[in-house]
């Protein structure tokens, strides 16, 4: 390397490692960085914190999930792993066999495949303690049987069904020691009506969206905490030498 080469790679810095928050689920998910969604505001809330990388699929339920995990987290330093990761299934898994067997996942499986993502996530030093587990939404059977109905099949949920399997999620959490957010109950509280929170009875309406995040933040917030503003406050910014403030470590 020649000696101009050499001044400008220290002249450069070091490269500025960017947290990361993930979440990872499925069309609840993928829908979250539209407008006024649950993962743009959380995306919102840390900027120049952390990234908030969306790895939401639609369609998808936990025994294809388990599959792509790998794909999405590996093993690395310490660095690369997540600071927080959300795991937000079972509106597809809790379908019903009958009226939908290709997203339906039976409840005791839908329990072992969140287990087994915990476990992988832990052997790539993501621990427990990082993760979230995200119960489905309550089901408004009425919304979600007219959707049915438009897209020419019967109604292919129940919300007691659902309630089944975000008991399961939150059994995983317990045994795992990850912290849970239900909103199966919580949406249900003390028999209120649940159904403005959801567009099609299934889905998150923008009152859904920000029901999630105002009790989804709090536990995300305890996580990352500690995280810098990465990169000085541009006040703060010495004129005469900028690279002196902004090739630092960037913990201002």
């Given at each position: ?185 919580l949406m249900q ?25 105002s009790h989804l933040?709090?536990?995300i917030e305890k ?30």
């Amino acid at each position: 390397m020649s000696i101009m080469a050499l001044s400008e790679a220290v002249a450069s810095g070091s490269p500025l490692l960017w947290p990361r928050v993930l979440l990872f689920g499925d069309s609840i998910t993928q829908f979250s960085f539209q407008q006024g969604g649950w993962g743009a505001s959380l995306a919102d809330m840390l900027v120049r914190k952390c990234d908030v990388l969306n790895r939401g699929f639609s369609g998808y339920n936990t025994r294809w999930a388990k599959i792509i995990l790998p794909r999405l987290v590996r093993k690395g330093s310490g660095l690369d792993s997540p600071v927080a990761v959300t795991i937000f299934f079972g509106a597809n898994d809790s379908a019903l066999k009958d009226e939908n067997p290709k997203q339906h996942v039976p409840l005791e499986e839908f329990v072992a495949n969140l287990r087994s993502m915990v476990r992988y996530l832990r052997s790539v030093d993501v621990p427990e303690g990082r993760l979230i587990l995200i119960t489905p939404p309550p089901l408004c059977e009425a919304a979600w049987a007219q959707e049915c109905l438009q897209q020419g099949c019967k109604l292919n949920r129940l919300n007691s069904v659902v309630g089944e399997y975000a008991r399961g999620c939150l059994q995983v959490a317990q045994d795992c020691g990850a912290e849970a957010l239900d909103l199966w109950t919580l949406m249900q509280k003390d028999g209120q009506d649940f159904s403005s929170y959801l567009s099609d009875g299934l889905h998150l309406s923008p009152k859904g969206n920000e029901f999630v995040f105002s009790h989804l933040w709090p536990l995300i917030e305890k996580k990352v905490s500690s995280l810098p503003f990465l990169l000085p406050y541009w006040r703060d910014i010495a004129e005469a030498r900028p690279e002196l403030s902004l090739l630092g470590d960037g913990d201002h």
